[in-house]
């Protein structure tokens, strides 16, 4: 797996342990927020995670769709999981996602979605990377080079 660590904002104490506790299971690390407001101040502090799995509805000041801008924010590209208890309601309450679970759902079906995100979000990233960064050809080094020759 290219990447393995996730953010997961749940308010419901017991569904978050429950799902974590199989993420970890499946071989991902897990760091747990228990609302909004606590994922903010984890994304502050820590930047690097592969994915987002996020309720949408929580109580506080920050909802799913305020933590997943955030994450995106600091970690374009990064893939967006959103969870609900009453999607029905959901219509127009969430922006552009990667994927999106009404609960209940079996863990094995977030968990194959979540690893072809990651790896999506990593062939991408990877593919950026190489054509920001990509190395010359050498025959455009050697004719392109302005370094003094010195014999003997």
């Known amino acids: 797996m290219p990447g393995n ?3 997961l904002v749940e308010d ?5 342990h429950c799902m974590a506790d199989n993420l970890l299971d499946a071989g991902f ?7 909004g407001s606590q994922a903010m101040g984890i994304l502050e502090r820590q930047t690097h995670f592969d994915a987002l799995v ?20 600091r970690c374009p590209g990064l893939p967006v999981i959103y969870l609900s208890g009453s999607p029905e309601s959901l219509t127009n309450q969430i922006d552009r996602c ?11 079906r977030i968990i194959d979605e979540i690893r072809r995100l990651m790896n999506l979000s ?9 054509e920001r960064y990509s190395e010359p050809d050498v025959a455009e080094v050697l004719t392109s080079s302005r370094v003094p020759v010195r014999s003997g």
Request: without cysteine.
């Open 54 to 73: 996020t309720d949408i509805q929580m109580p506080g000041r920050f909802d799913g769709n305020d933590v997943a801008k955030r994450a995106k924010s």
């Open 98 to 108: 990667d994927a999106f679970f009404s609960k209940p759902f079996p863990s094995s």
């Open 122 to 130: 990593a062939v991408s990233l990877r593919t950026r990377h190489q």
């Open 29 to 35: 690390e897990v760091v747990e927020a228990e609302g």
């Open 12 to 16: 419901d104490d017991d569904f978050r």
């Open 5 to 7: 660590r996730l953010l």
